[in-house]
């Protein structure tokens, strides 16, 4: 399974970016998706999961500002960014589960700063 994500660039204090990650390759049943996410410095952590069937969870930090989704017909999801804060700004990686083994895109930077 290869993942490849979009839509990570430069972006003021406020504003919006969509992220979108297509999974392609041996795909049978992708199971959990999700985002997360590396600063300079500090450990990748978990930004947004979402279920096949669409149960989210989402760190305290972008509740209310971010919104995941996917679409299981297209083995794509999707990342919406509101209200973004320089703290956002962080390589932004893409994760696949299928048959419990974990799949990881290469990252899209989103730098968030005036």
Request: glycine share 12%.
């Given at each position: 399974v290869?993942?490849?994500a979009f839509?990570?660039g430069?972006?003021q204090?406020g504003?919006?970016?969509?992220l979108s990650?297509?999974?392609?390759g041996s795909?049978f049943?992708?199971?959990?998706?999700g985002?997360y996410?590396q600063?300079p410095?500090?450990?990748?952590?978990l930004?947004?999961?979402?279920?096949?069937?669409g149960?989210?969870?989402?760190?305290?930090?972008?509740?209310g500002?971010?919104?995941?989704?996917?679409?299981n017909?297209?083995?794509t999801?999707?990342l919406?960014?509101?209200?973004l804060?320089?703290?956002?700004?962080?390589v932004y990686?893409c994760l696949?589960?299928?048959a419990?083994?974990?799949?990881?895109?290469?990252?899209t930077?989103v730098t968030v700063?005036?």
């Amino acid at each position: 399974v290869q993942l490849q994500a979009f839509g990570g660039g430069l972006v003021q204090p406020g504003g919006s970016l969509r992220l979108s990650c297509a999974a392609s390759g041996s795909i049978f049943s992708l199971g959990v998706m999700g985002w997360y996410r590396q600063a300079p410095g500090k450990q990748r952590e978990l930004v947004a999961i979402i279920t096949r069937s669409g149960t989210t969870n989402y760190a305290d930090s972008v509740k209310g500002r971010f919104t995941i989704s996917r679409d299981n017909a297209k083995n794509t999801v999707y990342l919406q960014m509101n209200s973004l804060k320089p703290e956002d700004t962080a390589v932004y990686y893409c994760l696949a589960y299928q048959a419990d083994l974990p799949y990881w895109g290469e990252g899209t930077q989103v730098t968030v700063s005036s």
